[in-house]
């Protein structure tokens, strides 16, 4: 047996960006021109009207200032309202594989290490731009990396639980390193016609290089030990899938083939779920909350990330302690814990306890344990 490491990680963060007052500038203009359109029926009580939008309010609800976004033409457009990408040709590198490749580079580089270094890819995202062949293959091929690779979807939660089929992997000897690379596009799959969520993510994609501990050329994570949970729940959910076309009005545009949230019991489901899981897990590995210096935990809400942090903790943390990047980047799904460990691990000194968590859709929650070396 082996003992695995996260030895390096890169982010790729897209060009644009979306403050709140401009979503809600385009959104307000949407919801305008559809009651002028509407009129009639909303008068009848046939349809209702459409409420306005305010980033006052989105701030407040979910710490959100900003958000990347790939294409912002698009989804600035009263007459779109979704992201508008340019079609590639099938001998062209997808988008997904093209943000993955700057994500791998910096996580090599932070590693010190290079393509000859990596025995498999984990493209683990909560969507994939195709159903085969895997963008975890078509990386590889770009990367000129032997081994294999394949994809791996739960939803917000994907990163964790691809660092443990990783972990597990190197822990075993069946292979000496991987990237685990997380593509989210989520300005693809948000409804940004519908003020409920419209505000709540962005895209990026981040990298993860997971090696055996010997291997390390520097500073380093060791990999304590993770752990994942599942419990199925309808609360957030995306109906689109390949077989879409096969229902009487599969191709119609169906709200719900864009993700969809009951917010409010997400909230009160998952925080308590996530706070007992990441206690239970370090009660096992014999570290108190007293020990652990600090936490980067999925990026969906800022008082969620509140909640979790005091219960862990039994106090609040200080913000150095518990780091959000979520005002900057909204919930980039399985991304956003990546994001804030990379960002902000750089001065942890060396025997320090941290923990990254994320949780999500299913609903799931995966927790890594680390110590700094
Ligand atoms: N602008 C103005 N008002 C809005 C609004 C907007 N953009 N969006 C919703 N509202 C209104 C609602 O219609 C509601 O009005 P009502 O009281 O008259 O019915 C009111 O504001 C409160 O809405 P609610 O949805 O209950 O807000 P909330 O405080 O629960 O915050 C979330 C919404 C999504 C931020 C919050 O539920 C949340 O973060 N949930 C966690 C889940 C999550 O983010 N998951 C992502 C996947 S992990």
């Known amino acids: 047996m082996y003992t695995p490491a996260i030895t390096g990680t890169g982010v790729f963060t897209p060009e644009n960006t979306i403050t709140n007052d401009e979503l809600v500038a385009c959104f307000n203009t949407y919801a305008q021109k559809f009651n002028v359109d509407h009129a009639d029926q909303i008068a009848s009580g046939d349809v209702d009207e459409m409420p306005m939008s305010n980033a006052e309010f989105i701030f407040n ?29 099938d001998d062209e590198p997808g988008v997904m594989a093209e943000m993955a490749l700057d994500a791998c580079a910096k996580a090599l580089a932070d590693a010190g290490k290079t393509a000859a ?19 975890a293959v078509e990386i590889q091929d770009l990367m000129g990396i032997k081994g294999f690779g394949f994809d791996m979807n739960v939803a917000c939660s994907s990163a964790t639980f691809g660092i443990q089929a990783a972990a597990d992997m190197v822990r075993s000897g069946s292979i000496r390193s991987a990237l ?31 090696e055996r501990k010997e ?13 994942c949970a599942t419990q199925f729940s309808n609360n957030i959910r995306n109906n689109d899938g390949f077989l879409r076309r096969t229902r009487p009005d599969g191709m119609k545009d169906r709200r719900d083939m864009q993700f969809m949230q009951n917010g409010r019991k997400v909230f009160k ?25 600090r936490m980067w935990l999925h990026q969906a809400n800022k008082s969620m990330n509140d909640y979790i942090g005091r219960k862990v903790m039994g106090r609040v943390p200080e913000p150095a302690e518990q780091p959000n990047i979520l005002q900057d980047y909204a919930n980039t799904s399985s991304a956003g814990s990546i994001i804030a460990f990379s960002k902000n691990s750089d001065d942890m000194k060396p025997d320090d306890i941290g923990l990254i968590c994320s949780f999500g859709a299913g609903y799931s929650v995966g927790s890594v344990l680390l110590k700094r070396c």
């Open 61 to 89: 609800a979910s710490g959100i200032e900003q958000r990347y976004v790939l294409d912002k033409t698009g989804i600035l457009n009263p007459d779109i309202m979704h992201p508008s990408l340019r079609q590639r040709s």
């Open 117 to 135: 270094d990596v025995d498999a890819v984990i493209v683990a995202a909560s969507n994939h731009e195709r159903a085969y062949p895997a963008i």
């Open 180 to 210: 685990v690379v997380n593509p989210e596009i989520c300005s693809a799959h948000l409804e940004w016609r519908d003020r409920d969520c419209h505000f709540i993510f962005g895209d990026v994609c981040t990298a993860t290089l997971i």
């Open 215 to 227: 291997d390390a050329t520097g500073d380093h994570f060791e990999i304590i030990s993770t752990r």
């Open 269 to 293: 489901e998952v925080v308590p779920m996530v706070s007992a899981h990441i206690l239970q897990h370090m009660a096992d590995e014999g570290i108190e909350n007293t020990q652990l210096s």
